[in-house]
T-cell receptor
Framework: GENVEQHPSTLSVQEGDSAVIKCTYSDSASNYFPWYKQELGKGPQLIIDIRSNVGEKKDQRIAVTLNKTAKHFSLHITETQPEDSAVYFCAASRGKLIFGQGTELSVKP | NAGVTQTPKFQVLKTGQSMTLQCAQDMNHNSMYWYRQDPGMGLRLIYYSASEGTTDKGEVPNGYNVSRLNKREFSLRLESAAPSQTSVYFC????????????FGPGTRLTVL
């Protein structure tokens, strides 16, 4: 079955810097790759997603890139702000979501 | 719209006790899911229901049962709780397509002593 590996597990950046979180997946048939943000005490919330027929997608300060050949995808957050501090999860799907282990991002003012 | 709601928010059980976690959505979604979240392991799918009247096992179904009561409600039952079931449980719902966004509830934190 599908396996998703996510790195790093923790990431600390200064406000205004960029943050990058990387995921690899094992099932070449996966065709949908969402990213979720989870704030303390809340459920995960979708922030951006990408489908396998697209290489890059941007939404304001957030971007996701997908390399199907290498089977990896990444989340890029530019101009980080303290409110970006949260746990971020990647996932891969060809029907059901398989989640990565999560990255705890801390943005220091 | 309340989105996805879950009850209770917190629960403490003793080993061997049973309980049912409730989930409801008001987005007219066909698909509903139950996940558990454990430190360092992300979210793992327990059971899902693609539509009213159908349920299927996910990655970690052992020790759980589910009921899709109607289109809105999807419950998760622990018949005989074990300490290994201590976790945070999330319910989610989505449209029919596998690429439809899944919307998550606020979670139930369960401790089994």
């Amino acid at each position: 079955g599908e396996n998703v590996e996510q790195h790093p597990s923790t990431l600390s950046v200064q406000e205004g810097d960029s943050a990058v979180i990387k995921c690899t997946y094992s099932d070449s048939a996966s065709n949908y790759f969402p990213w979720y943000k989870q704030e303390l005490g809340k459920g995960p919330q979708l922030i951006i997603d990408i489908r396998s027929n697209v290489g890059e997608k941007k939404d304001q300060r957030i971007a996701v890139t997908l390399n199907k050949t290498a089977k990896h995808f990444s989340l890029h957050i530019t101009e980080t702000q303290p409110e970006d501090s949260a746990v971020y999860f990647c996932a891969a799907s060809r029907g059901k979501l398989i989640f990565g282990q999560g990255t705890e991002l801390s943005v220091k003012p | 719209n309340a989105g996805v709601t879950q009850t209770p928010k917190f629960q403490v059980l003793k080993t061997g006790q049973s309980m049912t976690l409730q989930c409801a959505q008001d987005m007219n979604h066909n698909s509903m899911y139950w996940y558990r979240q454990d430190p360092g392991m992300g979210l793992r799918l327990i059971y899902y229901s693609a539509s009213e009247g159908t349920t299927d096992k996910g990655e970690v179904p052992n020790g759980y049962n589910v009921s899709r009561l109607n289109k809105r409600e999807f419950s998760l039952r622990l018949e005989s709780a074990a300490p290994s079931q201590t976790s945070v449980y999330f319910c989610a719902s989505s449209g029919l397509e596998s690429t439809d966004t899944q919307y998550f509830g606020p979670g139930t934190r369960l401790t089994v002593l």
